[in-house]
């Protein structure tokens, strides 16, 4: 079996993990959840806008603190949905996931292993 093949299983493999399936669970939960899509609708054009008035050469400063404070109110209603947080979590996971991946076939190719700033993990390091 070539590298190729070997990347092409190891990608199987990783596919049919729990935590990508939960990734893809909670993926399919955000996007179908209409209310939050809205929200985040809204913020990207409010975004936008406050962009666009910030780029004159004598922004609406009443008009500017009107944009932030919805958009902050957006963040808030944003962040907090069970929806995005459970994305959230799985999108850490699966990142926490492919870097034991990356870490070991790195320490299989250089015999090092990343550091994790974790000094517990091994003998110490200057992080």
């Given at each position: 079996?070539?590298?190729m093949e070997l990347a092409a299983e190891l990608g199987k493999m990783i596919?049919?993990?729990p935590r990508i399936e939960e990734l893809n669970r909670a993926r399919a939960a955000y996007e179908a959840d209409k209310e939050l899509q809205a929200a985040v609708?809204?913020?990207n054009a409010q975004s936008e806008a406050l962009n666009q008035e910030y780029r004159k050469d004598t922004p609406d400063q009443e008009f500017l603190k009107l944009i932030e404070e919805r958009i902050h109110a957006l963040y808030k209603q944003i962040s907090m949905n069970v929806n995005m947080v459970a994305l959230n979590a799985a999108?850490?996971?699966?990142n926490s996931f492919m870097n034991e991946v990356n870490?070991?076939?790195t320490y299989q190719i250089?015999?090092?292993r990343p550091c994790t700033h974790d000094c517990s993990t091994c003998s110490g390091c200057e992080h």
């Open positions: 079996m070539n590298v596919k049919a993990d609708n809204e913020y999108q850490d996971a699966v870490g070991e076939i250089t015999g090092e």
